[in-house]
Every structure is written in structure tokens, then in C-alpha cells.
């Protein structure tokens, strides 16, 4: 168990990764993560489920290679055990027939809807896919999103793939498009920011990516604030109404520990002789 049986880049910057985990793949939904700890070493990491299957009993975690831990855990060899494996965590997506959902994607971000519209698709919604990147190297699951999807639109900064842009900008569009039920947002901080921004009056939902440490409720590190109350992602989230969300109390919890990950992150490229 917890053995990693493959490894693809999905561009410079995102791993997908798949694991032996078959309890695990049994339980999952959509919106859950798991908490992945390398090696004995290693630190506590939050990672999104990004697909399961029971039959095989495994799981796919895709992660940007953002520190010293994921970057420890892409270098471990496929056959080789992760230390610790804690799942499935936090609340399920909410999954039921809303009409017109519009679902985007931003970075890392376009792994962890895939789930979601895979989910809401089968619910009979008419999903409208987002995804956006800053290059078309940095873009993936094209393809598995486009199928299941009613529409994909792309977008990327530069114009290398789809529009030259912000999600925002065909955010803004598609709902003006059609009457929507629904919006889910998922990626950077600014970015679900801005999404929730465009969108009084339809619900939103968001998937926060707050600090973490024992993904049980006990430790409060993963608190953040939802309509003026203290919540923990952990256990009551990683979904949150968007228009509630404290984005900036977040984005200052998000950047407490930046100068300590610059530095275990170049401490561990050392070790691994990377740079």
C-alpha cells in the first residue's frame, strides 16, 4: 500500500501522480484530499484528489512543484512507498442537478475541477468549463475536461492556447451568455478572488488551499474566515461559499512561512544536487 505506481509531467511546473491506496479509492468523492507526508522527514502536505478508481484501487494526486516537499515527493521512484498517507479529508463537493454550472480552472487548479464536472456532468447539469493558464505549457487535461463537459474555453496570459487573457474575462462572458445557477472556481487566491468578484447574486463556491498541519480539526492552522466567523478547511471545508471568504485575512496566513519554504526548499535542492 501508499506504493507510487507512475509518474507523468503534465508540463514544467505539475506532476500527476498516481498511488496505491485502495481504501482510500473506495471512499473518495469529489472535493475530498488526502494529506501525504514523502518520507519520515518529510512535512505534512494537502493534495487534492484528482481522480479515483475503486477497481483498481488507486488514486491520482496532480501538484505543482511550488516547494521542498513537492519536490521531494516527485523525486521518490515510482515502486517506492510514501511514508504516510491520510485519507479521504474534508467535506464532499456539493454534487446535484443546478441547471447551468460554470466551472474554471486556473493553474494547478484545472486538476482539481476535474472530479467536480466530471460529477456534475453525470448529474445532468450543463457544465461550462474554464481553464486558463499562463502559456500553453502550463496547460493540461484539455481533453479530459472537453469530454466531459457540455463547452470548454480556453485561455491562457500570453495567447499561446485558446484566447489571450484571464479566466475573469470568459468568466464574465459566460454568464452573461446564459442564465447560471451555479459558478465553482478553483486556483490561485486572487484569482477565485476575482471570479467571486463578478458574480453577485449566483452562488459561488471556491476551494481554499489555506495552511495546513494535522487535517483533523485539532490543531486550528487551517482556520480561515467565512462571513465573519473562524472556520477549518480541514474538516469543514476545502469548499466555501466564495462571497463570505476573508480572502485577505487568507492571502496573509497563506504568505506567514514564504522566507522558511524559500529556504527548506533550496536546502532540498542541494541534497538532490538539482541546482
Do not use: W
Amino acid at each position: 500500500m501508499r506504493t507510487i505506481l507512475s509518474r507523468e509531467p503534465l508540463s514544467p511546473l505539475v506532476v500527476k501522480t498516481t498511488i496505491l491506496a485502495p481504501q482510500i479509492a473506495l471512499a473518495a468523492q469529489p472535493g475530498q484530499f488526502v494529506v501525504i507526508i514523502p518520507t519520515e522527514k518529510g512535512e505534512r502536505i494537502p493534495l487534492t484528489i484528482a481522480a479515483a478508481d475503486p477497481a483498481l484501487g488507486t488514486i491520482t494526486v496532480i501538484f505543482q512543484l511550488a516547494g521542498a516537499t513537492t519536490r521531494l515527493l516527485s523525486s521518490l521512484p515510482v515502486g517506492e512507498k510514501v511514508s504516510h498517507l491520510l485519507g479521504p479529508l474534508g467535506v464532499p463537493s456539493e454534487i446535484e442537478k443546478f441547471g447551468r454550472v460554470v466551472v474554471v480552472g486556473g493553474g494547478v487548479g484545472i486538476a482539481e475541477i476535474y472530479p467536480g464536472v466530471k460529477a456534475l456532468k453525470a448529474a445532468g447539469n450543463e457544465v461550462v468549463t474554464i481553464i486558463g493558464a499562463r502559456n500553453k505549457e502550463l496547460l493540461f487535461y484539455e481533453s479530459e475536461l472537453r469530454a466531459q463537459s457540455t463547452e470548454l474555453r480556453l485561455i491562457t496570459d500570453d495567447g499561446s492556447s485558446g484566447r489571450r487573457g484571464f479566466v475573469t474575462e470568459l468568466l464574465s462572458e459566460a454568464i452573461k451568455d446564459k442564465p447560471t445557477q451555479r459558478v465553482i472556481a478553483v486556483g490561485p487566491v486572487p484569482m477565485m478572488k476575482a471570479c467571486c468578484d463578478l458574480t453577485p447574486g449566483i452562488k459561488t463556491i471556491v476551494s481554499l488551499n489555506s495552511l495546513m498541519l494535522d487535517a483533523t480539526g485539532m490543531c486550528g492552522v487551517c482556520r480561515v474566515k467565512i462571513g465573519g466567523l473562524n472556520k477549518l478547511t480541514c474538516v469543514e471545508g476545502p469548499d466555501f461559499d466564495g462571497h463570505l471568504v476573508d480572502f485577505a485575512d487568507l492571502t496573509s496566513r497563506l504568505g506567514t512561512y514564504k522566507d522558511l519554504e524559500k529556504r527548506a526548499d533550496d536546502h532540498i535542492c542541494r541534497l538532490l544536487g538539482s541546482k
